[in-house]
C-alpha cells in the first residue's frame, strides 16, 4: 500500500479516551491498516556508531559524517537519503561541539521539521505534531528537574535563524516526546535501536488486549539511488478481524505483566487509568502468579517467588557484567528452586527460562537452551494473544535453538508456528519474515533427509558442525 495511506482510519471522539481511530471498513487477520514514515526519529546515544541513522539497521564498519563525525550510515545512499533530517542537527553538533541526548536531537528535529513544515509533514497526517497530547503538568518534581535541563541543553544546542522558542514552546515538544515516542526496533528485531515520532500512530489509543500491533519496516535500501530507497516507516497491522467502525488500539506496555503492574507503568508513563477488559477482570492475572499443580504451600510460593526476585536482580547484574557463566548458574539455581512451586505461567519462572535459553545458547550449549525454550514458550501461548509479535519471536527463537541442538522435528515445528505468526505480525516482506522464510525452507529439507535416513542426516550434520 501508498506510505502514509489513511483510508482504512478515521479520527474519531473516543470520550473519556479523548481522541483516537477506528475503521472505516472491515478489516481482515494480517491487514495493514496504515503505514506512516516518522515525522522525526534518532538513534540511542549508546548505539550511534552501531546502527546507521537513515534506515535504523545494525550494520559493522558504518561510514560516520565527515563533517559532525558523530552520524553513522550504510553508505553514502543511506547518508544521502537522510541529509535532509541530518543537515540542521549536523550543523548544531559542529557549533557545541558534541550531541546531546537522544530526547534533546529527537525535540530538535521536531522542532526543525515544525518550522519547516508547520507540523503536518504528510498529506495523510490527520493532526499537526504541535496538538498531540503532552502531561508536562502532570511531571513529579524530579521529573520538572529533568525536564529544565534538557530545556537548557536544548537552548544551547538548537539553532534555526534568529528564531527563539520559550520555555513552555520546548517543555511541549518534550512533553509530547515523553508521551508519545516510539521505540523502534534494529531489521532482525532483536534490539530496540532509537525513537521515533509517529503523529497518527499517536492517535492510537491502548488496550491491554488490542486488536493491532506495530512493527517498524527499515524499508528497501538496496537502491543504488538513495532517491529510489523506500521510506522507513511504522505498519499497524491488525491482529484479528476488526469490523468496520471498531476503534483501533495497540499495547503500550508488554502483556506479561499482572494488571496492577500494567496499569501502574501506564499511569507513571502515560497519565491515564487503564480500564481495558483484561485490567479490570484481572484476566490472566491468576496464571501469572500460579502455583504449581502439586499444591504447594501458600509459604513454600512466598518463600520461592520472594527468592526469583532477589535472583533475579542478580541475574540483570551478572548479564551487565557479561559474567555470563555467572548468569547460566544463578539461572539453574532459580530454576531448581521454581520446580514443582511455581506454575509453567508464573511470570518469574518464564522470566528465567527466558534467559537461561539465551544465555545458553550464546555459550552453544544449545540442547540444554532448547529444553528451557520449550517450556517458555509453552508457558506464553497460555498467555499471549495468539497473534502476538512477542509470542512469535520468542517461538522462533525456540525453534532455532532446537534445530541447532540437532533436535529437528521439534525446531522445524516450531519454525513453521513462527512464520505464521509473523506473516501476521510483520508481513511477509518484512527482513525477519524473509530470514525465517529461508530458514523454513531450509529446515523442511533437512526434515525430509532426516525422515528418508536418521543416520546419514545425523553424519551429515556432525560433518557440517565440524567443518
Known sequence: MTVGNMENAELFDAGQKGRGLR??????????????????????????????????????????????????????????????????????????????????????????????????????????????????????????????????????????????????????????????????????????????????????????????????????????????????????????????????????????????????????????????????????????????????????VKEVTDFSKECLENIDNARLEKDYHQVEKLCRECLEQQENVLADTHLYRLRVLSVASEVLSFLQCFSQAAEYAHKMVHGYRKLYHPSNAQLGMATMRAGVTHWHAGQIEKGHGLICKAYAILLVTHGPNHSITKDLESIRMQTEKELKMFKQDEKVYNTMRDAALTS
Open 23 to 300: 475503521a472505516t471498513r472491515e478489516i481482515n487477520t494480517g491487514d495493514v491498516v496504515f503505514s506512516e514514515p516518522s515525522f522525526a526519529a534518532v538513534v540511542f546515544d549508546s548505539l550511534v556508531t552501531q546502527v546507521c541513522h537513515s534506515c535504523f539497521r545494525g550494520k559493522a564498519d558504518l561510514h560516520r559524517c565527515a563533517q559532525c563525525k558523530f552520524a553513522h550510515y550504510c553508505d553514502r545512499t543511506c547518508q544521502t537519503a537522510c541529509w535532509d533530517e541530518h543537515k540542521r542537527e549536523c550543523g548544531a553538533i559542529r557549533k557545541t561541539g558534541k550531541a546531546p541526548s537522544e530526547h534533546v536531537r529527537l525535540a530538535a528535529r521536531v522542532l526543525w521539521r515544525i518550522h519547516k513544515n508547520t507540523g503536518i509533514g504528510s498529506d495523510s497526517q490527520l493532526i499537526s505534531v504541535d496538538q498531540l497530547q503532552e502531561h508536562v503538568a502532570d511531571l513529579s518534581e524530579e521529573g520538572l528537574q529533568t525536564l529544565k535541563a534538557d530545556v537548557q541543553t536544548f537552548s544551547e544546542y538548537w539553532s534555526y535563524g534568529r528564531k527563539q522558542n520559550s520555555f513552555e514552546e520546548i517543555s511541549h515538544i518534550f512533553g509530547i516526546i515523553k508521551c508519545n515516542g516510539f521505540t523502534l526496533s534494529d531489521h532482525r528485531g532483536m534490539q530496540a535501536v532509537g525513537v521515533g515520532l509517529f503523529p497518527n500512530l499517536c492517535l492510537v489509543n491502548h488496550d491491554c488486549w488490542p486488536n493491532c500491533t506495530v512493527i517498524l519496516n527499515h524499508g528497501n535500501q538496496s537502491a543504488v539511488s538513495s532517491a529510489l530507497h523506500s521510506q522507513r516507516r511504522i505498519e499497524l497491522r491488525a491482529v484479528g478481524k476488526i469490523p468496520e467502525g471498531q476503534e483501533l488500539t495497540v499495547s503500550y506496555v508488554d502483556f506479561l505483566n499482572v494488571s496492577a503492574d500494567r496499569q501502574k507503568k501506564l499511569k507513571e508513563h502515560f497519565h491515564f487509568d487503564c480500564t481495558c477488559e483484561h485490567c479490570s477482570q484481572h484476566i490472566k492475572d491468576d496464571l501469572m502468579m500460579a502455583p504449581a499443580d502439586s499444591n504447594p504451600s501458600a509459604d513454600k
